[in-house]
């Protein structure tokens, strides 16, 4: 279960997030943008350590920083990574973020992700994860692979399609 928030004004971005999950865990984040076709990113977030299955590439204790493109059609460049501020893993995600409007109604979105670290168990993983979606208006269909979920040697594809509101 989770809340986000997305505000938006002029040349800033600011999306707080709160995540409850079974066995008691607790998160909460903030991602940033400022800038207006070039703008910087930066993040941040904490949990209570609680384990739980993360439906993400990311790890939950981390620092975000990276840097993007926007043009006026809403076309999106951005490279930013993601590093474990907390355990001293090493854990460390490179995304490379590409969005481009194809029509008025479609929308076509690819993250590549490569990640470098050890996992819980001592695992060292070097691999590249991603995601595409594709969006239809409200509608959207994803699909994303994952060679080392949460950083174990399980291999993951997800598949998911929804609404948005």
Same mark, same amino acid.
């Given at each position: 279960?989770?809340?986000?928030? +997305? /505000?938006?004004?002029?040349?800033?971005?600011? #999306?707080?997030?709160?995540q409850?999950?079974t066995? $008691?865990?607790l998160?909460?984040?903030?991602? $940033?943008?400022?800038g207006?076709?070039?703008?910087? #990113?930066?993040?941040?977030?904490?949990?209570?350590?609680?384990p739980?299955?993360?439906?993400g590439f990311?790890?939950?204790?981390?620092?975000?920083?990276?840097?993007? /493109?926007?043009?006026?059609? $809403?076309?999106? #460049?951005?490279?930013?990574? #993601? =590093?474990?501020?907390?355990?001293?893993?090493?854990?460390?995600?490179? *995304?490379i973020?590409? =969005?481009?409007?194809?029509?008025? &109604?479609?929308?076509?979105?690819l993250?590549?992700?490569?990640? *470098?670290?050890?996992? &819980?168990?001592g695992?060292?993983?070097?691999?590249?994860?991603?995601?595409?979606?594709?969006?239809w208006?409200r509608?959207?269909?994803?699909?994303?692979? +994952?060679?080392?979920?949460?950083?174990?040697? +399980?291999?993951?594809?997800?598949?998911?399609?929804?609404?948005?509101?």
């Open positions: 279960m989770g809340y986000e928030y +997305d /505000y938006h004004h002029d040349w800033l971005t600011f #999306i707080p997030s709160a409850a999950a066995r $008691g865990f998160g909460a984040s903030v991602y $940033g943008e400022a207006r076709r070039f703008f910087g #990113i930066g993040g941040f977030g904490r949990t209570n350590l609680r739980y299955w993360n439906l990311d790890p939950n204790d981390y620092v975000e920083f990276g840097a993007g /493109y926007r043009d006026s059609d $809403g076309n999106t #460049i951005s490279t930013y990574t #993601i =590093r474990d501020s907390r355990l001293g893993t090493g854990q460390t995600n490179t *995304h973020f590409l =969005r481009r409007h194809l029509h008025s &109604d479609w929308r076509l979105t993250d590549l992700v490569h990640e *470098h670290g050890h996992g &819980d168990e695992l060292m993983v070097k691999a590249w994860a991603s995601s595409v979606d594709v969006d208006r509608w959207f269909v994803r699909v994303a692979r +994952d060679p080392h979920v949460n950083y174990t040697p +399980d291999r993951q594809v997800r598949v998911a399609a929804g609404l948005r509101f």
